[in-house]
């Protein structure tokens, strides 16, 4: 408890919240971790790993009684997109399994649910769009993160 005194908010010196805090964090990297998938069609190893990092962290300051079912939630969620890339023979990309395995210590199990439904429902319209649009071809690389990462963003209020 004394660590989230830390971080509790004070009216009168305006500091943030323990979630508040943890919230600018969640949204900032992924913001930058969409761009990077939208620019370079990547989502680099090193930002999904300190975001998984400060998913730990979050769990262990806020939420420590949860911390063995996010990591149960982030081992089921990356294994669920990997079925799913061996399935579609390489249809989804390695990052996009970090990304929701990463997301497994954030999110809890029924948030998780939406991101990832909600992902590739997202992710299906965009390439649709992008095909549709003749900006893309069925053969070429439309990635996938940025469905996931919106729909993260608004799982994370569930």
Do not use: H
């Amino acid at each position: 408890m004394a660590i989230y005194g830390i971080f509790s908010y004070q009216p009168s010196n305006g500091l943030l919240t323990g979630y508040g805090f943890f919230f600018v964090l969640y949204s900032s990297f992924l913001l930058i971790m969409m761009w990077s998938d939208m620019e370079q069609q990547i989502i680099m190893n090193p930002q999904l790993a300190l975001f998984a990092i400060l998913g730990l962290c979050y769990q262990l300051l806020l939420q420590p009684d949860q911390l063995l079912l996010q990591l149960l939630t982030a081992i089921a969620s990356g294994l669920i997109l990997l079925l799913l890339a061996i399935l579609t023979r390489g249809g989804i990309g390695g990052g996009d399994i970090k990304l929701l395995a990463a997301l497994g210590l954030w999110l809890k199990p029924e948030a998780m649910e939406v991101t990832g439904i909600g992902g590739i429902i997202l992710g299906g319209l965009l390439a649709l769009m992008a095909i549709l649009s003749k900006r893309k071809s069925r053969k070429d690389y439309i990635p996938y993160g940025p469905g996931f990462i919106v729909a993260a963003l608004f799982a994370y209020f569930l």
